[in-house]
């Protein structure tokens, strides 16, 4: 690589990463929630019964084929997902930024950290 990393570079793309993770995450749950009441807003709600989330919205995978089928629920799901991968993003950044500036020790606690993060959210830890 012909350019060298600075710390002031590694911190406008962090925060690039964190602003438009926060924006897409908002505008998809959104409209998420916009479709959910457009195809449930005459639903009579029974208080009394609680049903949980369905199966499919349990896992990423399935989160994920749903809301490419425009499942409202899903969408929102997806939404939220992006919610949490947005932290994620970031110190997969600062690992890429930590091993172009040749740090080895905290190359090794971001990708710890990563390694942590991600399993977490795939339901392994």
């Known amino acids: 690589m012909s350019r060298s990393w600075n ?5 406008r793309y962090v925060s690039a990463i964190l602003r438009g993770g926060l924006l897409l995450s908002a505008v998809i749950t959104a409209l998420g929630g916009v479709l959910y009441l457009m195809r449930h807003s005459g639903d009579t709600v029974a208080y009394r019964t609680f049903v949980g989330e369905p199966p499919h919205l349990r896992s990423v995978v399935g989160i994920v084929q749903g809301a490419a ?3 409202a629920p899903a969408i929102i799901q997806f939404g939220l997902l992006l ?3 947005t932290p994620i993003a970031r110190v997969a950044l600062a690992l890429l930024g930590f091993y172009l500036e040749r740090d080895r020790r905290y190359v090794a606690i971001s990708a710890v950290v990563l390694i942590i993060l991600v399993l977490s959210l795939l339901g392994r830890v």
Do not use: E, K
């Open 7 to 11: 710390d002031l570079d590694i911190a």
């Open 69 to 71: 089928r425009g499942d």
């Open 83 to 85: 919610l949490i991968a």
